[in-house]
């Protein structure tokens, strides 16, 4: 069964901070890792999207990481804002059909305090 | 920033009434989707569609449905409003590139609640 995890599920750091969200799938077969920031009450935004050949990607302070071999990714973000804080998702996409099916973590809840 | 929009943003209804979702994309995507999201779990996937007079079901069983007459344009009807039907609905629409590379863009999301 395709799956994503993420851990942990919530997660409280001081402004200025840096921390390390984790992701594990069992997706196969793998076509790329995106993850998204979800702010309260809104919609999903893309921070990266990863191939198979990609072990990391840089968006600002966010890095992500891929380990297609153990199927494992991470998000770190550095010196966090409090405009960080939100719900970071997780999302494998397929290669299986021509439509990509995307499979969905249930999100890390970070909340960064002054 | 991506160019879709969802309307209502907040929906509270009584049970058995109708409603329509609205959803449009100014991106001339093909490809648009449904997902229903309950707080803290993730999105689920109820409809698709691959481009005009083309829709599908997701993973996840709705009583809703939709429709694609136009191409930017992609409504949710529920014809019978359930407390069971209270979620955040998001709407998304994507690229028309290779599968692998696509990149999906959610609306703002609707959030119903019905009484």
């Known amino acids: 069964k395709n799956q994503v995890e993420q851990s942990p599920q919530s997660l409280i750091i001081l402004e200025g901070k840096n921390c390390t969200l984790q992701c594990n799938y069992t997706v196969s077969p793998f076509s790329n890792l995106r993850w998204y920031k979800q702010d309260t009450g809104r919609g999903p935004v893309s921070l990266t999207i990863m191939t198979f050949s990609e072990n990391t990607k840089s968006n600002g302070r966010y890095t992500a990481t891929l380990d297609a071999d153990t199927k494992q990714s991470s998000l770190h973000i550095t010196a966090s804002q409090l405009s960080d804080s939100a719900s970071y998702i997780c999302?494998?996409?397929?290669?299986?059909?021509?439509?990509?099916?995307?499979?969905f973590g249930r999100g890390t809840q970070l909340t960064v305090w002054p | 920033e991506a160019d879709i929009y969802q309307t209502p943003r907040y929906l509270v209804i009584g049970t058995g009434k109708k409603i329509t979702l609205e959803c449009s994309q100014t991106m001339g995507h093909d490809k648009m989707y449904w997902y229903q999201q309950d707080p803290g779990m993730e999105l689920h996937l109820i409809h698709y569609s691959y481009g005009v007079n083309s829709t599908e079901k997701g993973d996840l069983s709705s009583e809703s449905t939709v429709s694609r007459i136009r191409t930017e344009h992609f409504p949710l009807t529920l014809e019978s409003a359930r407390p069971s039907h209270t979620s955040q609905y998001l709407c998304?629409?994507?690229?028309?590139?290779?599968?692998?590379?696509?990149?999906?863009?959610f609306g703002p999301g609707t959030r119903l609640t019905v009484t």
């Open positions: 998304a629409s994507s690229e028309n590139p290779h599968p692998s590379s696509y990149e999906q863009y």
């Open positions: 999302v494998v996409s397929d290669r299986g059909s021509t439509l990509g099916r995307l499979y």
